[in-house]
Structures are given as structure tokens and as C-alpha cells.
């Protein structure tokens, strides 16, 4: 997937991307290091979920952006209900959600 990235990136002219490879209960990035973060159907691939929302929200910025989103058709997919109170307690404010019965996107800020 980062070769992937980087080629696609390449294409649209983008060249400050940093392909790094890491574990999403230990991301290998200081406190307050990005203004957003974007998961699509991937949190439910994640053993421990908590842990990686509290990963997320270290590396937030005060006021960042997570947005997560998930389809009907991912086996792992987690109810927004589910979502939200993990997100809530790894210390992330709800506040939107676009969706319907086939899939949702939430957004939390840190």
C-alpha cells in the first residue's frame, strides 16, 4: 500500500509524502504532530481499537480532525454507536455523522 501511495502521489505531482510503516496502537510520531486523521474501513482490522483512538488522539493536535468511515460490506465493521463511545473514551469529541444503511463517515475532533 505505501508503494502504492508514493505512485499515486507521484502522479498528482505530491512529493512531500512520507510513506511510514507502523502499528496503529504505537504510532511512531509525537504528541500533536497532525491536523487530521482519516481511517476508511479500517479501524475493524485493528485487534486492539482502543488503544489505536488513544494513539490517534496523541498525535492529534488540540482541535484535530479524526474522520473514520466504514461500509455494510466490511466483516469487521463496527456500529457507529460502538464507534463513538470508543472515541469518546480515548478522549475525542463527536461531531458529525454522514451515512445511511450502507455505511457511514463520523468525525471527531481531539
Known sequence: MLD?????????????????RGDARI???PE????AAYL???LGEIPDQEQALQ???????????LVVGKVFLDF?????????????VAGLSF?????G?????ASFRA
Not at 4 to 20: A, K, L
Not at 76 to 88: D, K, V
Not at 95 to 99: A, N
Open 76 to 88: 469487521h465493521m463496527i456500529p457507529f454507536g460502538t464507534l463513538r463511545e470508543r472515541a469518546e
Open 55 to 65: 494513539e490517534l488522539h496523541r498525535v492529534l493536535k488540540p482541535g484535530g480532525r
Open 32 to 35: 500533536g504532530s497532525f491536523d
Open 4 to 20: 502504492h501511495v508514493m505512485r499515486r502521489g507521484q502522479e498528482c505531482g505530491i512529493e512531500n509524502i512520507v510513506p511510514t
Open 101 to 105: 444503511p450502507l455505511g457511514y463517515f
Open 27 to 29: 504510532l511512531p510520531y
Open 40 to 42: 476508511t474501513v479500517v
Open 95 to 99: 461531531k458529525r455523522w454522514l451515512g
